[in-house]
């Protein structure tokens, strides 16, 4: 290695870019040169800034350190109360300044000598699991909010599903409903329907809201009757699986016809409307312009799809041309904010229908690790974004050329130079109406694996984040909102990263499949008791779909392997041997049933504070909703259950799993 590589590395650490990393088997590999030039175009200038940013966080109870910039002696501290104080700040061996412990969380304002910054004062802690459990153990259900069945969706689950849900769930005696992500997907475009690619994850997907929690079924089935959709819906009610532009096709349709029926001038509804518009700000009012722009776009070229190719002029939201169209197309623009409204409105009824049949977290929201590098939020805010890479993951144990999931990041410089506002922002809205979070690739957090645009996965690097304090900050909203955390954890961590996620509460996840003694499965007594208790995810097959091995038929029907399966085939069946010795007593059964409620019981036991069951796992499905490293060979986030949500849990065989799920974790 020669010294210019020698001096590209260490620009790199600088910069936050790791140029080893440790693969699955223990070895250290190399960043590739190229790789290394390419991401430290992307962030920008090298190092730390030595100023003091506008944002700097602290832990209530411990002193706060601070850039020299800040200088020493008496500062001002107004608390987010309004009263004020003198603080010290004084200096340390470290060459740091030092600010005298503040024991009261908040967003406070640190008066300095020439400046004024926010001083974000976390709890040591998140909002745990432990203050809702006392001393108690819970549980609860995880679903895909589109997969939820009930007459009048229209062919996607939504809201009134997810409260249907949660009102049989709480007959049940369940504590939670884990919901798969609600965030902005592509109006113009419903065949991008996948979840974790969103276009933003500051506003909400309206195809998943139930428009009767604002205008009431009346006036709706008015409206389906005004836009001729009746027909289209039923057909898309009735089918096995969702199809997305048929059935967005229709839903957007019938808001179209409570938008065009909608007086905005006067009245509580109107009202509320106009200050739900007054508090979205720009970012609301840019998401909206963005919607539209894309529609008109798309309708003038089909493969318009990407506004880094549009005309520079629409590039620029700040623009005179997007002020233009904006102007020309205002009552379209008004629509997409009618939209996010309906949609908040909705979850917010949801939710507290969650809360009022006795879920004591109710709805868990899913925060999605990135977003479309195509969408509104790239767009609006492109300096909040590294674009022209994508986040994604090294090789490992399960993928041997490793993953990118072209997803665009938020750059962690970003973050430090706004006063964190594009994670503040995405935390809040995520929090907005859930009394707990599941945030997708916590590790990201603390770093993030990220692919140069046309390089392969494998010739990607780490990203540094300042993981301390997006914590404290994740605590403090944590509190704020009374929300519980859970980090989905699974795969590999920084070095002491877990502990970090321990120490500010923050549970992880520990999953029936991943949770092993050598060959064999580890006794649920022995699971992480801070962690949340899982029998599957998203991402995995249900019980009855593992046991069965329909996940290795599915890809071998694929073609994914050289063999055709049979190592996989003949793994699993020593597995599912392993797996009754842990959950069951007799003979190994050949049918999936008595393994499911043998497995959900054994989950149960776990000394976790919570226990989610994938709705999947209670009504005993086989297919899984989403198959990793596919697209569309598969279903994947088109799965509906069979029957409505409300009705499902009803079952005598669902019934007995949860009843025996409730016996578990009451004693």
Same mark, same amino acid.
Request: proline letters at 7%; a negative charge; aromatic letters at 6%.
């Given at each position: ?151 009048? %969706? /229209?062919?996607?689950?939504? =809201?009134? +599903?997810? &409260? ?6 709480? $007959? @049940? !005696?369940? *504590? ?83 938008? %065009? /029926?909608?007086?905005?001038? =006067?009245? +509580?509804? &109107? ?6 518009? $007054? @508090? !979205?700000? *720009? ?91 195509? +969408? ?10 590294? !674009? ?280």
């Amino acid at each position: 290695m020669d010294l210019a590589d020698d001096a590209l590395r260490d620009r790199a650490r600088r910069a936050g870019i790791a140029p080893e990393w440790t693969d699955v088997t223990g070895r250290t590999r190399s960043v590739a040169p190229e790789t290394l030039e390419r991401l430290l175009a992307l962030i920008g200038a090298d190092g730390e800034t030595a100023s003091v940013p506008p944002l700097v966080t602290g832990t209530a109870g411990q002193a706060i350190p601070l850039p020299p910039a800040a200088g020493t002696g008496t500062a001002a501290l107004v608390f987010d109360s309004g009263e004020r104080t003198d603080i010290t700040v004084y200096p340390g061996d470290d060459g740091r300044s030092w600010l005298a412990p503040v024991d009261r969380p908040g967003y406070h304002r640190l008066q300095l000598r020439d400046r004024e910054v926010t001083l974000a004062v976390a709890p040591q802690r998140c909002f745990g699991l432990d203050e809702v459990a006392r001393g108690g153990r819970m549980w609860g259900l995880a679903a895909q909010i589109y997969a939820l069945r009930r007459p009048g %969706d /229209g062919g996607i689950g939504d =809201s009134r +599903g997810i &409260a249907d849900l949660a009102r049989a769930a709480g $007959r @049940a !005696g369940a *504590d939670a409903l884990a919901l798969s992500p609600t965030h902005a997907l592509f109006i113009a475009e419903p065949g991008r329907f996948g979840p974790y690619s969103p276009s933003s994850r500051l506003f909400l997907n309206p195809l998943l809201a139930d428009p009767a929690a604002l205008f009431g079924p009346g006036r709706v089935t008015a409206a389906i009757r005004g836009a001729g959709v009746a027909e289209a819906m039923r057909r898309c009610e009735g089918a096995e699986l969702i199809d997305w532009p048929a059935a967005a096709k229709a839903k957007l349709a019938l808001f179209r016809a409570l938008f %065009d /029926g909608f007086d905005t001038r =006067s009245g +509580g509804l &109107a009202e509320d409307f106009a200050g739900f518009v $007054r @508090a !979205g700000g *720009d970012l609301l009012q840019d998401h909206a312009r963005f919607e539209a722009l894309q529609a008109a776009r798309l309708a003038a070229d089909p493969s318009d799809r990407d506004w880094r190719h549009w005309p520079a002029a629409l590039r620029n939201p700040a623009g005179p041309a997007v002020a233009e169209f904006a102007a020309a197309q205002d009552r379209e623009i008004r629509f997409h904010l009618f939209l996010q409204w309906l949609a908040d409105r909705a979850f917010a009824t949801a939710q507290a229908e969650a809360r009022s049949v006795g879920l004591r977290i109710g709805l868990i929201a899913d925060l999605a690790v990135g977003m479309d590098a195509t +969408g509104s939020h790239a767009w609006s805010r492109p300096s909040d974004v590294l !674009g022209g890479a994508s986040i994604g993951s090294p090789p490992d144990a399960f993928n041997a050329d490793g993953q990118n999931w072209t997803l665009a990041a938020i750059s962690p410089r970003a973050m430090v130079e706004t006063g964190f506002a594009p994670f503040l922002d995405t935390l809040r809205a995520t929090l907005r109406h859930a009394g707990g979070i599941r945030i997708d690739h916590v590790m990201g957090l603390a770093r993030l694996w990220l692919v140069p645009d046309g390089m392969a996965p494998t010739e990607g690097a780490y990203l540094t984040y300042p993981a301390e304090d997006l914590l404290r900050l994740v605590a403090l909203e944590s509190h704020r909102h009374r929300a519980v955390v859970i980090g989905e954890d699974l795969g590999t961590l920084p070095w002491g990263f877990a502990g970090r996620l321990t120490d500010h509460a923050v549970a992880g996840m520990r999953v029936l499949l991943f949770e092993r003694e050598g060959d064999g499965f580890k006794p649920a007594e022995h699971w992480d008791a801070g962690a949340v208790a899982m029998s599957s995810t998203h991402d995995l097959p249900p019980v009855a779909g593992w046991w069965r091995g329909t996940d290795i038929e599915a890809r071998a029907g694929l073609g994914q392997y050289a063999d055709g399966g049979a190592a996989e085939r003949a793994q699993r069946a020593a597995d599912r041997g392993r797996m009754w010795q842990a959950i069951g007593e007799g003979a190994v059964p050949e049918e999936p049933a008595p393994v499911v409620g043998a497995a959900l019981r054994f989950v149960a036991r776990a000394p976790s504070r919570l226990a989610l069951v994938p709705l999947e796992d209670a009504l005993g499905l086989e297919q899984q909703a989403n198959l990793p490293g596919t697209i569309d060979e598969v279903p994947n986030w088109r799965r509906r259950l069979e029957r409505p949500a409300g009705e499902a849990l009803a079952e005598p065989a669902v019934a007995a799993r949860l009843a025996a799920i409730r016996r578990e974790r009451q004693r």
